[in-house]
């Protein structure tokens, strides 16, 4: 786990990377709060700061003030190293947002145990937003967590002036499956066929389920030409799955349909346009048949 240290006296910044480093931890350390505030704000921000209380220009109760008014980031424990002993201080700093605080001189192993502490807390605290933005039966993103993402890609490609691609896709006569080999085989059926989608992709793509037996796919830097071609590939190996499902003799095949839409930069797309033109995309492979590709463009 990554831990930031701020901290202006040299000794002491060097005895806490040594430290914290001998106990396995990934350590960036730096001589002041706005060193430390340019790092938290960056993709990626370590999960635990050990701050000094007294710094120059920003100090560590500021410091731990403007990360706790931070919005749209993951939580991070902040321990506020101290002279101050007394009672109100010790309030004062943890009124603050602090999470704990240590007296200097430090104890070691006062100060190992306490950031052992923290990083059980971060470590849940992930594993709580992990589970909160799974679907529970696929393990694929939720709906809400794949908008949320999808809402990222595409404010990334905005600001990069890039184009990234949006691909709904629905499971063809899923219904029959249900009414045919029972909930339970269509459970079975919804579960292998995101982990096919899932394992098609590049690591940097995502997939999600948009509901039912209808996921959702984001190609990030992907063009319309591209879009198309890995839809076709999915819609082929899915075409050439054989599922044995439990309790029958022969495998079951099944189909899919894809809608396709891009967005391009250069365009007045938004996110909104760019999902209803995906949607009406796999309408008409629906349409036409099921078990193809359609792309509507802009």
Same mark, same amino acid.
């Given at each position: 786990?990554?831990?930031?240290?701020?901290?202006?006296e040299?000794v002491?910044?060097?005895l806490?990377?040594a430290?914290?480093?001998?106990?396995?931890?990934?350590?960036l350390?730096?001589?002041?709060?706005?060193?430390?505030?340019?790092?938290?704000?960056?993709p990626?921000?370590?999960?635990?700061?050990?701050?000094?209380?007294?710094?120059?220009?920003?100090?560590?109760?500021?410091?731990?003030?403007?990360?706790?008014r931070?919005?749209?980031?993951?939580?991070?424990?902040?321990?506020?190293?101290?002279?101050?002993?007394?009672?109100?201080d010790?309030?004062?700093?943890?009124?603050a947002?602090?999470?704990?605080?240590?007296?200097?001189?430090?104890?070691?192993?006062?100060?190992?145990s306490?950031?052992?502490?923290?990083?059980r807390i971060?470590?849940?605290e992930?594993?709580?937003?992990?589970? +909160?933005?799974i679907?529970?039966?696929?393990?694929?993103?939720?709906r809400k967590?794949?908008?949320?993402?999808?809402?990222?890609?595409?404010?990334?490609?905005r600001?990069?002036?890039?184009?990234?691609?949006?691909?709904?896709?629905?499971?063809?006569?899923f219904?029959?499956?249900?009414?045919?080999?029972?909930?339970?085989?269509g459970?079975?059926?919804?579960q292998?066929?995101?982990?096919?989608?899932?394992?098609?992709?590049?690591s940097?793509?995502?997939?999600g389920?948009?509901?039912?037996?209808?996921?959702?796919?984001?190609l990030?830097?992907?063009?319309?030409?591209?879009?198309?071609?890995?839809?076709e590939?999915?819609?082929?190996s899915i075409e050439?799955m054989n599922?044995?499902?439990?309790g029958?003799?022969?495998?079951?095949?099944?189909t899919?349909?894809?809608?396709?839409?891009?967005y391009?930069?250069n365009?007045d797309?938004?996110?909104?346009s760019?999902?209803?033109r +995906?949607?009406?995309?796999?309408?008409?492979?629906?349409?036409?048949?099921k078990?193809?590709?359609c792309?509507?463009e802009?």
């Open positions: 786990m990554k831990v930031l240290v701020a901290e202006d040299p002491s910044r060097r806490l990377e430290l914290l480093r001998k106990w396995g931890y990934d350590v350390a730096v001589p002041n709060g706005s060193k430390a505030w340019e790092i938290v704000q960056k990626e921000a370590p999960g635990l700061v050990i701050s000094d209380w007294m710094m120059p220009g920003m100090d560590g109760l500021e410091l731990c003030s403007k990360i706790r931070m919005e749209d980031s993951d939580y991070i424990y902040f321990i506020i190293l101290t002279a101050k002993g007394n009672k109100e010790v309030v004062k700093g943890l009124s947002g602090a999470d704990d605080y240590v007296i200097k001189p430090f104890d070691k192993e006062e100060l190992r306490r950031v052992r502490i923290g990083e971060i470590n849940l992930r594993q709580i937003r992990h589970m +909160a933005s679907d529970p039966l696929t393990s694929v993103l939720n967590a794949f908008m949320e993402r999808l809402d990222a890609e595409a404010n990334r490609a600001r990069k002036k890039i184009a990234f691609s949006f691909v709904i896709t629905d499971i063809d006569y219904k029959k499956i249900n009414d045919t080999f029972g909930h339970q085989a459970d079975i059926v919804l292998r066929f995101s982990k096919k989608l899932s394992d098609s992709l590049r940097y793509d995502f997939v389920r948009y509901g039912g037996e209808e996921f959702t796919i984001c990030p830097h992907t063009e319309t030409p591209q879009a198309r071609n890995v839809a590939r999915l819609r082929k050439k599922m044995k499902l439990p029958e003799a022969d495998p079951v095949k099944i899919a349909s894809f809608g396709v839409a891009s391009h930069p365009s797309d938004n996110l909104d760019l999902v209803r +995906a949607d009406r995309a796999l309408y008409e492979a629906k349409s036409q048949g078990n193809r590709v792309v509507e802009t």
